[in-house]
């Protein structure tokens, strides 16, 4: 009997990590077609209305630093669709990695990664985008307005 329990607690931790993939995801797309919809002029930016407290800490420096010096310190492009003149209208494909990030595949050929953090204690299943891969090395965004928003 012991081996059913086992079994059971297994589907139920696979049950939570697909749910806890769905969640994330959704967070994802919502936040990509309010982008879309809003052609880039939601205000506060839809990254940030998405962000975690970390990341919008990290956001702020950045509007500070502009507030201040009259110039940004910010990265030179749109940092959800890879590009200084998106296409809102391409395709994207959303997914899993093994390492919990949701993946952007967007037609360009660009892939995006995000880390996001989520209150599934609560019945509106809050997620909060915590930080973005901007390239493959590792480098993220909340990294880089740290670095150089100072």
């Given amino acids: 009997?012991?081996?059913g329990s086992a079994t059971a607690?297994?589907?139920?931790?696979d049950q939570k990590q697909a749910v806890m993939a769905a969640m994330k995801i959704a967070t994802i797309t919502k936040m990509y077609q309010q982008d879309a919809d809003d052609q880039g002029l939601s205000n506060p930016a839809a990254l940030q209305q998405y962000a975690d407290a970390d990341l919008q800490a990290a956001i702020?420096?950045?509007?500070?630093?502009?507030?201040?010096?009259?110039?940004?310190?910010?990265?030179?492009?749109?940092v959800l669709w890879d590009s200084q003149d998106p296409d809102y209208t391409q395709d994207k494909k959303f997914s899993m990695t093994e390492q919990?990030?949701?993946q952007v595949s967007?037609?360009?050929?660009?892939?995006?990664?995000?880390?996001l953090s989520c209150?599934?204690?609560?019945?509106?299943?809050?997620c909060k985008v915590a930080d973005v891969s901007l390239n493959e090395d590792g480098?993220?965004?909340?990294?880089?307005?740290?670095?150089t928003c100072r």
């Fill in 106 to 115: 967007l037609a360009q050929g660009s892939d995006i990664y995000y880390e």
């Fill in 9 to 13: 607690d297994v589907t139920t931790s």
């Fill in 100 to 102: 919990g990030l949701v």
């Fill in 60 to 78: 702020q420096l950045e509007q500070n630093y502009f507030d201040k010096n009259k110039t940004s310190c910010n990265i030179d492009y749109d």
């Fill in 119 to 126: 209150d599934a204690n609560n019945k509106t299943a809050d």
């Fill in 139 to 147: 480098r993220t965004l909340r990294r880089y307005l740290q670095e």
């Fill in 1 to 3: 009997m012991p081996v």
